[in-house]
């Protein structure tokens, strides 16, 4: 055989490597997308979680603790969360929210976040004496 017959051989294996090639990349880069999805998707769930059980204990701080589960929600559903689970004791909120993702690189998923809140009781007795000395003549 000649190299002329061996080159003709070899034609067009180069095309078939490169999209091979091509095709590894274009997986890749979808894994790396739902990846990056699926943590910004649990960052905002923990965010809202945070943030629903800060508004949960300050309203037990402010001693409206039958309202602080509404707050929690209240706040969750601000950030685009759901509250799943809310248990309220006199020093701690404790709670779970649900986020289901809406951008593509989300992929629809649904995520959970548990959050815990102490209760800072001496901001608001504070609070409380300073509103009695300015409500006294």
Known sequence: MTAACERRGQRGSATVLVCGLIAVAVVLAVAVVAVGGAVVLAGRAEAAADSAALAAADSVALGH?????????????????????????????????????????AFGRTVRARARAE???????????????????
């Open 65 to 105: 603790e039958s309202a602080a589960c509404a707050a929690a929600s209240l706040v969750a559903e601000i950030d685009g969360a759901h509250l799943v689970e809310c248990h309220v004791e006199p020093e701690a909120v404790e709670l779970v929210v649900q986020l289901t993702g809406t951008s593509p690189a």
């Open 119 to 137: 209760v800072d009781l001496s901001g608001a007795d504070a609070r409380a004496r300073s509103l009695r000395r300015g409500a006294a003549p």
